[in-house]
């Protein structure tokens, strides 16, 4: 049982996996991408949150980290974070108009991107450190893909 891996920057990891209180869905509900998987939706990921750090937040991103109580600086990295469900793909286009403001300022939205909608986020309990990398959608084996099975919540976690 291998579970596919999607590589995701801090702080757009953990958006992903944080419910908005007003709404109970998560605060980021799409990863957009300049590619399209080879399979389609739906599929099962793990979401990893890279090592690597966005140089600076635009000030519309860090208020809305601020806003639910998140730093940018202490958030998990270089570790899996949640599992979901790639539930639908779809061109950034068709669905930018739809989407919120704080969508929006969670991604790359311009033209001839896709946009992944992620659904069924089960937070971990505790983040899965995972060494040897690389970005985008990839194989995770399947010792590592049972103990982050083991981890998951039935439902979102605050991270």
Known sequence: M???VLSVWQPWASLLCVPDPATGLPIK???????RPRQGPPFE????????RFARLIGALDSLLWK?????????RGCV??????EEIAMTACLRDD???AERYCG???HGRYAWRLGHVRALR?????????????GLGDNDSRAVTQLATPAYLKL
């Not at 505790?126 to 990839?138: E, F, I, S």
């Open 68 to 76: 639910h109580g998140m730093d940018a600086q202490a958030l998990p």
């Open 81 to 86: 974070i949640a599992l979901a469900t790639v």
């Open 99 to 101: 989407v919120s403001d």
């Open 2 to 4: 291998s579970i596919q």
């Open 29 to 35: 509900q799409y990863e957009t991408r300049s590619w």
């Open 126 to 138: 505790r983040p899965y450190p995972l060494t040897g990398l690389r970005a985008g959608l990839w």
């Open 108 to 110: 790359d939205w311009s």
């Open 45 to 52: 990921v793990a979401i990893f949150a890279t090592k690597r």
